[in-house]
C-alpha cells in the first residue's frame, strides 16, 4: 500500500477516535428540580417561592411538536414539596397565586399537599396574590397563614361550573346521528350527542351543590373571622377587589411581594431570611419577579385542560370564566 495511503488511513483513524461525540436527544426529558437564590439574605434560613401560575389542571405542558416540556402543575408542587422537606432550612413557604383557577380536583390536590406540607414541617405558608385568585386559585388560597393582595388584585369567584357539550343542533345540521347501545338508562346522561332530562340535571345540580359546599367549608375552615352564612353571602361567584376583599375579610392584607417577605421576617424573627425557588436547569431567574407568566387568558371553550375533541369529557371547575 502506497505511503500516502497509509498516511491519509492515519488521519482518519485519528480524527474519528479523537472527536468528541454528539448525542441528540429525541423527545423531552425532565431534569430534576435545583434551587435558585433569587433574593441573598445574610443568614441561613430560607423562604420558599411557588408560584400557582395559570390554569389549575395536571396536564403536562407540551412543546410546539407535542413532545412534554414540564410535569403538571399537581405533579409539580408535589416535587418541590417533597424537595423542600428534606431541606431543615426552610423556614416558610412565599405562595405566589396569578391563577383564574381550574378543576375541582387538582386544587383540592394542591391545597391538601400545601396545607399538609405546613403541618408536617411546622412552617407558615404566606400568600400573594398578583392579578387574580379566583376560584380554584383562591381555594387553593386557603392554605395560607396569611393572603396579601396586590392594590390591583381580583379574588374572590367562590363556586363552581361544569362544562357540557351538547352537539345534537349541530349533527343534525350536517346530517350526522350518533347512536348509543347502553346497559342502563342513564349510563350516557353525560353524552354531547343530547341533551339532559330533567332527571338528569337535577343529578348534575346535586354533583355541584357538594362541590359547591366543599368550597365553603374549606373557606369557613381557614378564615376565622367568616361563618358559613357569611361566606355564602359572599360566594355567589363575583369576584372582588382588594379593597372589598380586605372589607369582607377573604384576605388578610394589601401590598406588594416585598410587603408580605418583610411581614414574613417580622413574624418568624429571622431578619437574615433569604428567598429560594426550585426550577429546571436553564430556567433562568434574576429576582423574585422573574417565573412570572403573562396575565393567564381563559376562555371556557378553548381551555387547554382536556376539554378537546380528543376528549371530550364533562368538567367540573373551580373556574372563573372570563
Known sequence: MPALTLRILFFIVVVLFGCSCAVIRIGSQIESLEEVVVEEGSGNGKMLLIDIDGPISNRPKKTLVGFQSETGMVDRIREILKKAENDKNIKGILLRINSPGGTVTSSDIIYHEIKSFK??????????????????????????????????????????????????????????????????????F??????????????????????????????????????????????????????????????????????????????????????????????????????????PKVNLINLDMGFDWDQISPQFLFLWGQ
Request: aromatic share 10%; no cysteine; net charge neutral.
Open 119 to 188: 403541618e408536617r414541617s411546622k412552617v407558615k405558608v404566606y400568600v400573594s396574590v398578583v392579578d387574580v385568585a379566583a376560584s380554584g386559585g383562591y381555594y387553593v388560597a386557603m392554605a395560607g397563614d396569611s393572603i396579601m393582595v396586590h392594590p390591583t388584585s381580583l379574588v374572590g369567584s367562590i363556586g363552581v361550573l361544569a362544562l357540557k357539550l351538547n352537539l345534537e343542533g349541530l349533527m343534525g345540521k350536517v346530517g350526522v346521528e350518533w347512536e348509543i347501545v347502553k346497559s342502563t338508562e342513564k349510563k350516557d
Open 190 to 295: 353525560m353524552s354531547p350527542f343530547r341533551p339532559l332530562t330533567k332527571e338528569e340535571r337535577a343529578l348534575f345540580q346535586e354533583t355541584i351543590d357538594r362541590y359547591y359546599d366543599r368550597f365553603v367549608d374549606v373557606v369557613v375552615l381557614n378564615r376565622e373571622r367568616l361563618d358559613t352564612k357569611a361566606v355564602k353571602v359572599l360566594a355567589d361567584g363575583r369576584v372582588y377587589n382588594a379593597r372589598q376583599a380586605l372589607e369582607n375579610h377573604l384576605v388578610d392584607s394589601i401590598g406588594y411581594l416585598q410587603d408580605l417577605f418583610g411581614l414574613a421576617k417580622k413574624e418568624l424573627n429571622e431578619p437574615g431570611l433569604k428567598i429560594v425557588t426550585y426550577s429546571r436547569p436553564r430556567e433562568y431567574k434574576s429576582n423574585y419577579y422573574s417565573s412570572m407568566d403573562s396575565i
